[in-house]
């Protein structure tokens, strides 16, 4: 096979692994430590969480949407639970109810895009930032920041425990992977996420419950949410809903896009996110290790994925059928 | 007889009159409480800090708050949420609609500047809190953060320096680079640490007040260098991700979490579960009272720039010692002032 045919076949997907691999095997060499089996674990584990709101994302992009309210829903729904736990509910109790209102708001997130038919992008910044100013007024109405009470009791294992000496939060990342695999490589409403997001009117044509699907996806994204903020409250017994302000979002677009999910819905799998998300996790890993500035870090970390959207628009070029559905 | 006593009691009668003549005349002519007290009432008091949902801001507005009207000051607050753009455009409204005091906190040195300056030419008095910009107004209330590098840098030494048998390595957790309170923290532990051989800086990263961005920074240095002696962080709620990372190592006992804070009562707790070891507390209900104090002084001279002072918050350092004595007070009780 000559070189030029070789490049041809490089998906997006195949050019992050490469580079991960090399950026591995070339911390691997140069810096002391990297490779020690408890740095790997550490490295895991910090982009656990990214990496299970990745996953939701995912679902959501596939079926071409976009979900910018995970964040807000993240931060108000587990900080709620935590207050509610302090307050002196049943820890039980307290879980279902943040997980209930997680659900909630991406039920009306999913409702708004599938029936009132508002792009993605609009409604889900608007409920993102309905979320968090409903919960600031009504839900959490001291500190931005939650503190987890004793009381949180086994719940806190979560984000702090470990079995057979892997973190937690590194099992449910996995367990979540496979889930959402089995999902979409098995499950009907799997496949019918794909072909709505591959063509939406032709895939109402065909009699698939598109509205009803669509809502189903958002929902997803919030169960998604809602974990990866009981992980990271749990990990540092607080949680801090000011994360809302933060570019955390656009990290977790960021790993999806990376990863070679396209944008304008219909492909990509549970892989491509598991790679971009090893790229960042490795990346961050050794630029701390390196002690490289903040501000630098932010600065590889962004000229990467410009580099990913770029190769993204050469590999998927826009044809004319992406052209007269628009991108989200 | 009956004249004598009659005399008596006139005498007697004059004497009581007297008496409390004078006593009423200390009360009502005491020349300075009135001034003071006009100088206060019916004047309005606008509170601006960067965001209002954050437990120092609770406790300098409530402070402010309650005093303001014990002596019949309106009492404005507006909440920008951490965004420089709404607390500028704030700001501007608040010049425009003139209270007496504005009472603000920079989120950096230089976005409010221009309108401070604008504000105390307009005739407002302007009392910054816990940030300095780059202009001086009627007051700056906070505690020294350059001194407190210096201090947060020699318990480092003590810790860890030359003469103890440890590993000598230390790492700088910063907050938001740019932000006043971590850029002149890091700056005064950078003057005394840089004139230390003896004292290694494995790491020194930026979290963005950030807490889990802290617990990933700090776990994977502790990875590389298990035998750290110290740890400085520059404020305990972004602190927690570090001292949790730490306890989570196992390493709780020989590296030590040194970081500062207003001494809300979680702070207290997590010095008491050994997340922390030092914290240096600058008692944020004290700095309310600070800035309660800058507004009177204001408002007693004329206001709007014609006096200029740096009010520097008293300190102390906190630790598992002294923690039970300590007032660890409940943010939830200013926040409620507040609503």
Redesign the interface.
């Known amino acids: 096979m000559s070189i030029k045919r070789w490049l041809g076949n490089l998906s997006q997907e195949k050019i992050v692994l490469l580079i991960t691999v090399t950026l591995f095997v070339t911390f691997s060499v140069s810096l002391n430590g990297f490779i020690g089996a408890n740095n790997i674990l550490a490295l895991l584990r910090n982009v656990a969480v990214l990496g299970i709101l990745g996953l939701g994302m995912l679902i959501v992009v596939l079926g071409r949407g976009i979900d910018l309210s995970m964040v807000a829903i993240m931060a108000i729904s587990v900080a709620w639970t935590i207050q509610l736990v302090g307050e002196g509910t049943p820890l039980g109790l307290a879980l279902a109810m943040g997980y209930g209102f997680a659900l909630a708001m991406s039920c009306i997130s999913g409702t708004l895009v599938a029936y009132a038919e508002i792009p993605a992008i609009f409604a889900t910044l608007a409920m993102g930032t309905f979320v968090y100013g409903f919960g600031r007024a009504h839900l959490i109405t001291g500190t931005d920041v939650v503190y987890l009470p004793a009381s949180f009791g086994w719940a806190s294992q979560i984000g702090q425990g470990q079995l057979w000496g892997i973190p937690i939060p590194i099992i449910l990342a996995v367990c979540l992977a496979f889930v959402v695999f089995l999902f979409l490589r098995f499950s009907k409403h799997g496949w019918n996420t794909y072909n709505i997001g591959d063509n939406t009117p032709a895939a109402r044509v065909t009699g698939i419950p598109v509205r009803p699907t669509m809502v189903m996806q958002y929902m997803m994204s919030g169960t998604a949410a809602y974990l990866a903020g009981l992980i990271t409250a749990t990990a540092v017994q607080s949680m801090n809903t000011r994360i809302v302000n933060s570019n955390m979002i656009y990290d977790v677009i960021l790993i999806v896009v990376l990863g070679g999910v396209s944008l304008s819905g219909g492909r990509g799998n549970v892989r491509n996110v598991i790679v971009g998300t090893l790229l960042i996790g490795v990346l961050v890993n050794g630029m701390t290790i390196m002690d490289i500035q903040y501000t630098i870090q932010n600065v590889i970390k962004s000229l990467i994925l410009l580099l990913a959207i770029i190769s993204d628009s050469i590999i998927n070029p826009r044809d004319e059928q992406t052209g007269q559905q628009g991108d989200i | 007889m009956e004249w004598k006593v009659l005399k008596h009691s006139m005498k007697l009668a004059t004497l009581a009159i007297g008496f409390s003549g004078a006593l009423y005349a200390q009360e009502t002519n005491d020349p300075f409480r009135g001034p003071a007290l006009d100088a206060l009432e019916g004047k309005w008091v606008a509170y601006l800090p960067i ?1 209002a ?3 120092l801001a ?1 406790a300098w507005g409530g402070v402010v708050k309650e005093e303001a009207e014990r002596y019949g000051m309106k009492f404005t607050i507006q909440d920008p ?3 420089t753009d709404a607390m500028a455009q704030g700001m501007t409204s608040l010049i425009a609609e003139g209270p007496d005091v504005i009472v603000t906190q920079n989120p950096d040195t230089q976005s409010l500047a221009r309108l401070m300056v604008q504000a105390n030419r307009a005739g407002i008095a302007v009392v910054q809190m816990n940030m300095q910009g780059a202009v001086q107004t009627d007051a700056f209330v906070g505690p020294d953060y350059i001194a407190m590098g210096r201090q947060l840098a020699n318990m480092a030494i003590e810790k860890c320096g030359g003469e103890t048998d440890t590993s000598h390595k230390v790492s700088i957790v ?1 907050g938001v ?1 740019t932000g006043g309170v971590s850029y002149f923290q890091v700056q005064g532990i950078m003057e005394v640490l840089s004139e230390r051989d003896d004292i290694e800086i ?11 961005k ?4 700090t ?3 502790l ?2 260098h298990p035998d750290l002696c110290a740890i400085l962080d520059m404020w305990d ?1 972004q602190a ?2 570090t001292g ?1 990372a730490v306890k ?1 190592a196992g390493l709780a006992d020989t590296v030590s979490v040194i970081t500062s804070g207003g001494g809300a009562a ?1 702070t207290c ?1 997590l010095i008491r579960d050994d ?1 922390f070891d030092v914290v240096v507390n600058y008692d944020a209900p004290g700095m309310g009272r600070d800035a309660w104090t800058a507004i009177m002084i204001a408002m007693q001279n004329g206001g709007g720039g014609k006096m200029k002072t740096q009010v520097f918050s008293p300190t102390y350092v906190m630790s598992k010692d002294n923690v039970e004595s300590a007032s660890c007070w409940d ?2 009780q200013y ?1 409620a002032r507040l ?1």
Request: net charge negative; no cysteine.
């Open positions: 965001s949902g954050f437990d609770q949420n951490w965004s910063q680079i494995v790491s020194s990263q930026a979290a963005d007040w950030d807490a889990s802290a617990r990933a920074i776990e994977t240095v990875q590389q709620g927690i991700g949790a989570q979680s707790d997340t943010p939830e926040a609503r």
